[in-house]
């Protein structure tokens, strides 16, 4: 208690040694530039001459500053602002300054800097909606907005805007943006023709459906009027248009190339390319995840990471816990696909804010939200071996600050299928029924305040075993094995900030969740219960230090889980309380991100643990970044949850103690490294980016689960010597034709420990993986349909597997696994923007493992052992769905 009171008086004192308040003066200038490094370049020039703040746009041109007038002047901050390189009203930057600056830097120098503030007002500025999507768009719609007479014009995907300037005697707005729409682009006033569109490069093929709103009628984009019809007249859009919304036209995957860390935006474009009917499907399409089943009685599918299992990787919902302790061998597959609005993947360290158990990265999850407009979708789907659900979902908006979500899942495996005759099924039969209520306010632009409500509910119920078990009878009144497994799992979490008025860089945010996750479950005569109650508090502050360049977010957390768990006949009870301080500081330069984080938890039962994170970005050239992190993690095992995978066999735990308080085995301890360096460039004259990154994940104290000592034995015992996971990737995106995008990608893991008998290979992870994804969709038609095809070929490398020597020889494995490649394919039509259809086939090669069960025969044996699963056990699967939106 005395470290967390002088923790929470060091940040005190941070706090109220910052700068006082002074009365600031405040301007706004005319300044050329042209992109976000352009903004970059000038804020921080502007900041570094003394303003405390600096707002640049690209859209107008315009630069708002707050600077002490006793300390700075606006000729000093202008002057310094041309000295990098960028005209303004006051300055002319020198030639060899402009000169110097990137290429994508090089903005129009039409007006000397004297008369840009008069020119501001001779020549009449206007800004309109107008469709693209990348570079070349913007090059297009600016060159034909330029050759129609503009003498500015600045086009931004971001924003779908485009800002320009003419002079009303010699052009005017509607022969601009005809000569724009004669070009290839739809804009607020004309329409290109069909045969153009279709003749743009595929990366420049934007949504045609998206509404367009006619800026003015004192409506601002960020607070629009209520929604009104619109009409096309010809090749017009009705003038009479209110309201402004526009929505980015994303890729399926994003690289986030302003994130410090290596962060994967993964949206629902992605999510649409596989059946995905739930969280464990999600990443089929993704390189950097890897997905296998975990057993061949169960069925489920567990992820690994930078070669390590799920359970280093801090799996999030809406920022807070979620898949941990308990729920971690079955709750990914309790989040459906189709309540999935959007997954952050990060690679190595991530931000401290979100806690201490992340080590090889995170995956985040959002739920569906209101987007563009309120939406209720229905999805039907169904497989050939007899799995159906069914998805509702519902997006509305209740008034000018509040919408809801209504999510709501069912699904039912009803086929009993054994394509290998050896008595048991391939996966269990059984149902689930979730539903979810999301309740959101946002006032920020007013009030300041927005918040976040969400409940969910989830019931499970699987069973699996031989063809012949009975889930009506007792497991203790007959032969035939058999698998149940119960699950309940009720979640509700608030998060509400607030934005301190005039500050709009400090905020403070708290979050609270509580979740009881409870499991009653039977392996044969081996019986599994246990319960989780969690209890989650974050409490976060930023702001900033001086300027923009220098943030901060600093605050409190709160950690209490209580766990109950029955393995046999012995009980295992432990709570764990963990409250803990953070700080983490942005600093933002030129060319580079660095963010630093370090907090320090006071765990209960494991001690105190300092926690340091560190990401680095620079950008070595304009399309050439480089990245850079280093990090701590700790977690307690949950051994009973996270093995759950051998329970299917008839091998004893062994649990080798050694003075810890959770099993009698001390916390698992690591550092991540990793470095990684992002390439876009031109291929087939369209991008095409190349990403290759390097992690080193070292154990300082783990938790061991040793298969090898005896094939009738699970051994669990802390790490003494090196444990080390080294993984190395390459994937390349491009597209290679219009409407055609390829993902390549090789993987390469060196994973290994030193256990009781020597150093070994972790087993069941290949060292060598490849992956190929190809993505075709069809030009849209007037009605908005199309078709697409996607493709998954993955190649799995052989993999070390458990010494089984000991065993008859029937019952042994071999040293190591054959490789493998599976195919997974999709088609979909499109009929209208509101429904679409989809047919797919999974595991297309047919590759199974051969007798994934030893001794199946003999379940009650001394051999039976379901758990040495390192290939696909069920043949080619097809599936059909159907998506309907209203």
């Known amino acids: 208690m005395k470290i967390l009171l002088k923790s929470f008086l060091l940040f ?3 706090f109220f040694s910052l700068p006082s308040a002074q009365t600031l003066s405040k301007a706004k200038f005319t300044v050329r530039g042209e992109c976000d490094m352009c903004k970059e370049r000038i804020e921080t020039s502007a900041k570094k001459t003394g303003a405390s703040t600096a707002y640049w746009s690209a859209e107008t041109q315009n630069l708002q500053i707050e600077f002490d007038a006793g300390k700075t002047s606006a000729d000093e901050i202008l002057k310094n602002i041309a000295g990098d390189g960028h005209d303004n009203e006051k300055h002319k930057a020198p030639n060899s300054a402009y000169d110097n600056l990137p290429s994508c830097c090089h903005y129009e120098r039409e007006n000397p800097p004297a008369k840009m503030a008069e020119a501001n007002h001779q020549i009449q500025e206007s800004q309109y909606f107008v469709r693209g999507n990348c570079d070349e768009c913007k090059e297009r719609i600016e060159t034909a907005a330029k050759s129609a007479g503009a003498t500015g014009a600045l086009w931004e995907a971001e924003t779908q805007k485009i800002s320009l300037e003419f002079d009303p005697a010699k052009t005017s707005a509607d022969l601009i943006l005809k000569k724009i729409a004669e070009v290839g682009h739809d804009n607020e006033k004309f329409l290109t023709t069909n045969q153009v569109y279709r003749n743009l490069p595929g990366c420049c093929l934007y949504d045609r459906d998206l509404p367009f709103g006619e800026k003015g009628s004192g409506v601002h984009s960020d607070n629009p009027a209520p929604k009104k019809d619109f009409s096309r007249n010809g090749d017009h859009y009705d003038k009479s248009i209110e309201e402004v919304r526009l929505e980015k036209f994303k890729d399926a995957t994003a690289l986030n190339k302003k994130s410090a860390g ?4 993964i949206g629902g474009k992605e999510l649409l390319k596989a059946a995905c009917c739930n969280l464990s499907e999600s ?7 890897d997905v296998s089943f975990s057993n061949a009685v169960t069925g489920t599918k567990q992820l690994k990471m ?22 971690a061998p079955y709750g990914l597959n309790l989040i459906p696909g189709r309540w999935i609005g959007g997954i952050q993947l990060t690679k190595g360290g991530s931000t401290v804010v979100n806690g201490y158990e992340s080590i090889t990265g995170q995956i985040n999850t959002e739920l569906l939200k209101v987007q563009e407009k309120p939406e209720t979708a229905l999805n039907i789907f169904a497989d050939a071996n007899g799995r159906v659900e069914t998805n509702i979902t519902t997006t509305s908006q209740l008034n000018d600050h509040w919408n809801q979500s209504v999510l709501l899942h069912g699904n039912a495996t009803l086929g009993k299928t054994d394509s290998n005759n050896d008595g048991f099924l391939d996966q269990p039969t059984g149902n689930q029924i979730n539903a979810a209520y999301l309740l959101n306010y946002n006032d920020l632009e007013h009030s300041g305040l927005g918040s976040h409500f969400g409940i969910s509910f989830v019931k499970d119920e699987r069973f699996g075993g031989q063809t012949a078990f009975d889930p009506k009878e007792e497991q203790s009144q007959q032969t035939a094995y ?5 699950l309940s799992r009720f979640e509700i979490w608030n998060k509400t900030g607030y934005v301190f008025k005039d500050k709009p860089y400090q905020s403070i945010g708290w979050m609270n969740q509580f979740t009881t996750h409870q499991q009653d479950s039977f392996f044969g005569n081996r019986n599994y219960w246990g319960n989780q109650n969690t209890f989650y508090s974050n409490l976060v502050f930023e702001s900033i230090i001086g300027n923009t360049n220098n943030k901060f977010k600093t605050g409190a957390s709160f950690l209490y889980d209580k766990y109950d768990e029955d393995y046999l006949a012995k009980n295992y009870q432990r709570t764990e309380t963990v409250p803990g301080v953070f700080f983490e500081y942005t600093l933002t330069g030129l060319k580079y991100t660095l963010v630093a984080g370090i907090r320090s938890d006071f765990h209960n039962l494991a001690g105190t643990q300092f926690t340091p994170r560190l990401n680095f ?5 304009p399309k050439t970044i480089l990245r850079l992190s280093a990090g701590r993690g700790f977690r307690t095992a949950n051994i009973f949850a996270e093995s759950q995978q051998y329970f299917a066999s008839n091998r004893e735990i062994e649990i080798l103690e050694n003075g810890g308080k959770t099993y009698g085995l001390k916390p698992e301890i690591a550092w991540n490294y990793g470095a990684s360096l992002q390439q876009e460039f031109k291929l087939f004259n369209r991008k095409a980016t190349l990403v290759a990154d390097f992690f080193r994940t070292d154990f300082q104290n783990q938790v061991l689960t040793d298969l090898d000592v005896s094939p009738q034995k699970i051994v669990f015992y802390n790490l003494e010597g090196n444990s080390f996971a080294n993984s190395l990737q390459t994937q390349l995106d491009f597209a290679p034709a219009r409407n055609l995008e390829i993902r390549l990608a090789y993987k390469y893991y060196d994973v290994r420990a030193d256990f009781i008998g020597g150093e070994r290979e972790i087993p069941f992870m290949a060292k060598n993986r490849g992956f190929f994804n ?11 349909a199309f078709w697409n095809l996607d493709t998954t070929l993955q190649l799995i490398g052989r993999q070390k597997l458990p010494n089984l020597n000991l065993n008859p020889s029937e019952y042994r494995l071999p040293a190591y696994s054959k490789g493998y490649a599976t195919l997974n394919a999709q088609i979909s039509r499109n009929f209208t923007k509101n429904m679409r259809v989809y047919l797919g086939g999974e595991n297309l090669t047919g590759y199974t493992q051969k007798n994934p069960i030893l001794d199946a025969q003999n379940p ?27």
């Open 12 to 14: 005190s004192t941070l």
């Open 262 to 265: 290596l962060t994967f935006n």
């Open 283 to 289: 990443f089929e399409t993704n390189a950097t995840v």
């Open 306 to 327: 930078l070669g390590l299992d799920q359970k280093y990787t801090a799996l999030t919902k809406e920022l807070l816990p979620s898949i941990r302790g308990l729920a």
């Open 482 to 486: 058999g698998v149940g497994i119960d």
């Open 617 to 621: 970005k620079y950008d070595l050239f």
């Open 774 to 784: 190809a993505s075709y969709s069809t030009s849209k038609t007037g009605k908005g």
């Open 860 to 886: 009650f044996g001394n051999y039976f052992d379901a758990g040495m699963v390192y290939a696909p056990i069920m043949s080619a699967n097809v599936y059909v769905g159907v998506d309907f939106t209203l």
